[in-house]
């Protein structure tokens, strides 16, 4: 049966159908390698072990339908995906997401109490150590975080970070309209219950 869905609705399903898929694997898994019975309960044995076969084949073809149905639906948004630029623009918003959290930790990382290195000669003697009568200076315990970055350099990071952040905004909006393009995909009848899809 084909349907025809939004970029974003396709990413849904392919998930559905994938989350179903490893419930169904597991069934199968548990019946042909881990059915036990008790030794003393016998009657009806073959029975029972011909039902829980039965049900793991059609687990098992369902298993092999929905790999193929999900390796379709993800072909066909490749592909989509590739036409409309997407997969580009995904980048792009990942590179300006990175240089916006480098800015903002070195932005955030300035404290009131570094000191710039031109001011490292004016601190208070308590904060260096007293000299020892033989030259050498007793090391305090107290260490002294430089402001290595200047007011320039930080006026610049803090434009750079709006912009950025307005640059990655703009692409996952674009991206995001992007996702509202509609593709039509053959599903199998049988898979179109555990894919959410109304029949």
Do not use: C
């Amino acid at each position: 049966m084909k349907y025809t869905l939004t970029l974003s609705r396709w990413h849904k399903v392919a998930e559905r159908i994938n989350a179903a898929l490893k419930e169904r694997e597991a069934k199968v898994k548990t019946a042909y390698t881990a059915t036990a019975i008790s030794p003393w309960n016998k009657e009806g044995v073959e029975e029972k072990a011909v039902e829980i076969a039965r049900r793991a084949a059609e687990s098992l073809g369902l298993v092999e339908a929905g790999a193929v149905t999900v390796a379709a639906i993800r072909s066909a948004l490749a592909v989509k995906n590739a036409q409309l630029g997407i997969a580009g623009r995904l980048a792009e918003a990942e590179a300006a997401n990175r240089r916006v959290a480098l800015y903002k930790a070195v932005l955030d990382g300035q404290k009131p109490d570094m000191v710039r290195p031109e001011n490292v000669r004016a601190l208070p003697a308590e904060l260096i150590g007293e000299a020892e009568s033989w030259g050498f200076a007793r090391r305090a315990a107290l260490a002294v975080t430089l402001q290595t970055a200047d007011t320039a350099l930080l006026e610049s990071l803090r434009e750079r970070l709006e912009r950025e952040q307005g640059r990655a905004t703009r692409l996952l909006d674009e991206i995001a309209d992007l996702n509202r393009e509609r593709i039509e995909i053959e599903v199998p009848q049988e898979v179109v219950a555990i894919a959410g899809l109304a029949s």
